[in-house]
């Protein structure tokens, strides 16, 4: 049984059809790319299921629950976390209470004026040490440079040991070295059992890190199946050359 499902999930804006009518299911232990030309809806997929944009019909599956609509405060307790194509950090706090804020649950008031335990200084310098920012540790967030602001936006995710990530556009713009930290990231946590969904443009990545592939163009799922599977359909050689 898959962790996280949708079952016919529409999202329009005025005439588009963003998301339309999409069947997807994301299972633990798997890594489940999610592909298709710009436009064609995958951001909108995860806004919808994160419940920052109010779904227009359809249905979300998490784990044996169904629901009509998804509140975004409610997503952290389904199991559900995700990062943003740019990423979101809270700017003028340091990298380790970026962390500590997302460790102890607390707000940001409490992560700077409250005694850490050891317990929590050490999970977080543990996640810092495997993204590389260790060295960052005391900086502002807003003084990372772009490939850093990545890293700390995916240990934060991670810090908050989910069933399911769903991580839109991780890799976009980054240095080969990054990519590789991020890569094992991930990969670590399919090996945890957690379901990870991952947007990505670059098929290499795709290839060597997707166990399952779906294909979105204009809304709607084009083609499923294993990634060397899915990048051979004529429909999705169609969707790429197309734009
Ligand atoms: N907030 C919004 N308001 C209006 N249209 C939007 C909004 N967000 C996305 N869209 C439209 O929905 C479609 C899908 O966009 P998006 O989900 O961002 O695609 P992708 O992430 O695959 O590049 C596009 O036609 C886009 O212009
Ligand atoms: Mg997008």
Known sequence: MPILSTQKLVKSFGGVHAVDHVDLAF???????????????????????????????GEIHVGGVVMRRMNPADVAAYGITRTFQNARLI???????????VL???????ALFERHTALHLEKAGNILKKVGLWEKRNENA?????????????????????????????????????IEVISDILRT?????ASVVL????????????????VLDGGKVIAEGTPDYVLKQPQVIEAYLGK
């Open 27 to 57: 299972h633990g232990g798997k890594i489940t790319a999610l592909v298709g030309p710009n436009g064609s809806g995958k951001t909108t997929f995860i806004n919808t299921v994160t419940g920052i944009l109010p779904m227009d019909g």
């Open 91 to 101: 700017q003028q706090i340091s990298v380790l209470d970026n962390i500590l804020v």
């Open 142 to 178: 807003e003084n990372l440079s772009y490939g850093q602001r990545k890293l700390l936006e995916i240990a934060r995710a991670v810090s908050m040991r989910a069933n399911i990530y769903l991580f839109d556009e991780p890799f976009a713009g980054l240095f080969p070295e990054t």
């Open 189 to 193: 946590l399919r090996d945890k059992a």
């Open 104 to 110: 102890t649950e607390r707000n940001v008031w409490g």
């Open 199 to 214: 947007v990505e443009h670059n098929m290499n990545l795709v290839r060597e890190l997707a166990d399952y592939c779906y």
